[in-house]
């Protein structure tokens, strides 16, 4: 799947946390993009049963992709609290947490992820130490 649907689904999985019913106009609000970009991404998503419309315009996961989604969600707010914890602009870290969710594999995301547990967005000290015997790639 594309770097830009992914951005969709996460929005859509956000905006689904805080209210009940979520359509195409408050993605669009969200991201700050045309209805037509929109209608677009969402009709792509849709044809590839990720996503379900109701008759009421109601955007949701279909159950087949729940899985998937869930796991690219927690990839991506993990991505975000630590670029924020590091001082990353939020708005910076939004974007750059959806690429890295995208980049890695999922044995370097386990990694980063027991390596740095963070508790309210600050690092605890046993991460720091372990984050040390991590071996560091060899300067060209």
Avoid: W
Wanted: glycine share 4%.
């Amino acid at each position: 799947m594309k770097h830009s649907l992914d951005r969709y689904l996460y929005v859509i999985g956000l905006l689904k946390q805080k209210q009940e019913y979520v359509c195409a106009a408050d993605v669009g609000r969200f991201l700050g993009v045309k209805a037509s970009a929109v209608s677009l991404a969402l009709r792509k998503l849709r044809d590839q049963g990720y996503l379900i419309k109701k008759v009421n315009g109601d955007l949701s996961f279909s159950p087949l992709f729940r899985e998937y989604a869930d796991q690219i969600n927690e990839r991506i707010v993990f991505f975000r609290k630590l670029l924020v914890s590091f001082g990353v602009e939020s708005s910076v870290a939004d974007h750059d947490a959806v690429t890295l969710s995208r980049k890695l594999s999922n044995a370097s995301c386990r990694a980063l992820r027991s390596a740095y547990r963070l508790n309210d967005g600050k690092e605890k000290e046993d991460n720091i130490a372990t984050a040390e015997h991590v071996d560091k790639p060899a300067l060209p």
